[in-house]
């Protein structure tokens, strides 16, 4: 009877060290999952950033001008993507900071002037397309740096 | 419905659906007639204005569907819709009642973020510039 009890213990003692490992594991591939994101989110809104204000500092003869008009479309279309795909549950609220912020990049990449083939640069909506861009990469690596933590990644992974 | 326009879908007995990639355009342009074509002037006057006025009339509710289109310049939302009020169609609280966005391609939802947060903030009578 002893015999049988210490192999019950072991069988337990394993499937409790399994378990726990496979937490952690989990974890840590939710939590790299969610870095990833991040950076690939924050290096978008750079690259929209950059194209942006290139695009309201150009002349209205510059022949680039229309490749960075589509540049600036595609890499908004994109962001809007990435964002609402990737990030559903920092995406749902329009409150949340980031989602405010990038909110705000997207007006200033097209706002008025754009697809207008005769307009001066303007560096007052360059100015504010790289503002908007370095609050929405803040916003979005705080946002996500409160998703980082065990309890947040199981709440999302259950839909709480 | 039956003084629903010719290429504006109907849904069913309260709603006019208008989708702009197949009723406007597949490239929304900027802000005003003068920057160029498909502009968010010329959408809100020709498309929004009288399919408004006719849902008011008869009761009924607009949906606009954004998908399908090349995206959106944030001018084209903006004059097209915060414009209903801006210019003195519709005050905030009619067209709460009478209209409405839809979205379903991920990426267009931001679009309509945007659209709902230009129409919220516009007032009747402000500028462009004081809201951007």
Not at chain 2, 20 to 27: E, L, N, P, V
Not at chain 2, 62 to 77: M, P, R
Not at chain 2, 117 to 126: G, K, P, R, V
Request: aromatic share 12%.
């Amino acid at each position: 009877v002893n015999e049988v009890n210490e192999w019950y213990k072991v069988l337990i003692v394993a499937g409790i060290g399994y378990a726990s490992a496979f937490a952690i594991q989990w974890w840590k591939v939710s939590r790299d999952e969610f870095k990833s994101g991040i950076d690939d989110l924050c290096k978008l809104i750079d690259e929209a950033a950059h194209a942006g204000s290139e695009y309201w500092l150009t002349a209205a003869e510059d022949p680039r001008r229309g490749f960075l008009e589509a540049r600036v479309t595609g890499l908004q279309e994109r962001l809007a993507g990435l964002h609402f795909t990737a990030f559903k549950r920092l995406a749902r609220s329009q409150r949340n900071p980031a989602v405010e912020c990038i909110l705000n990049l997207m007006k200033a990449l097209t706002w008025d002037g754009f697809y207008v083939a005769d307009r001066p640069p303007n560096p007052a909506l360059a100015r504010e397309v790289q503002l908007w861009a370095s609050r929405s990469v803040v916003a979005a690596r705080s946002a996500f740096a409160g998703s980082l933590s065990f309890r947040a990644i199981i709440r999302k992974k259950l839909g709480l | 419905m039956g003084a629903v326009a010719t290429g504006v879908e109907e849904h069913d007995m309260s709603d006019v659906v208008i989708n702009i990639a197949k009723d406007f355009t597949k490239s929304p342009g900027g802000r005003y007639m003068k920057d160029g074509s498909f502009s968010g002037e010329l959408f809100r006057e020709k498309f929004l204005v009288p399919k408004i006025r006719d849902a008011i009339t008869q009761s009924n509710h607009v949906i606009i569907e954004l998908d399908g289109t090349f995206g959106y310049a944030s001018s084209f939302l903006d004059e097209a819709f915060g414009g209903l009020v801006r210019e003195g169609y519709f005050d905030q609280k009619t067209l709460s009642k009478n209209l409405s966005f839809r979205a379903t391609e991920p990426h267009v939802k931001y679009y309509k973020l945007l659209a709902e947060q230009f129409l919220s903030e516009a007032t009747e009578n402000s500028s462009v510039r004081e809201r951007a």
